[in-house]
């Protein structure tokens, strides 16, 4: 007997994926007017720490998501306060 046939219409996947979805180590989520952001941290397969900023549009549920992995933060962190400080604020 097929292993489909034995779960009715759900499909059981014949290969394994190596993208996994782990839970995150810490999460915070910002609201901002129609959107939604996520700041998770996570770990990739080889143990290494990296933050994952989600933008969710609450309207269209469209996401985008960037990745910003540990060696690179102090850099991500300079160039956001360098360009917080050159927004004005009214």
Do not use: W
């Not at 143990?47 to 933008?55: M, Q, V």
């Not at 969710?56 to 998501?65: A, E, F, G, L, P």
């Amino acid at each position: 007997m097929e292993p489909s046939a034995l779960m009715g219409s759900i499909p059981i996947p014949t290969t394994t994926s190596s993208y996994i979805i782990k839970m995150a180590k810490y999460q915070q989520t910002v609201s901002a007017g129609s959107r939604l952001y996520y700041f998770d941290v996570r770990e990739d397969t080889k143990g290494n720490d990296y933050i994952t900023i989600t933008e969710m549009n609450t309207r269209t549920k469209k996401r985008n998501c960037i990745f910003i992995h540990a060696e690179n933060i102090d850099k991500f962190r300079k160039a956001f306060d360098e360009a917080a400080a050159n927004v004005s604020k009214s």
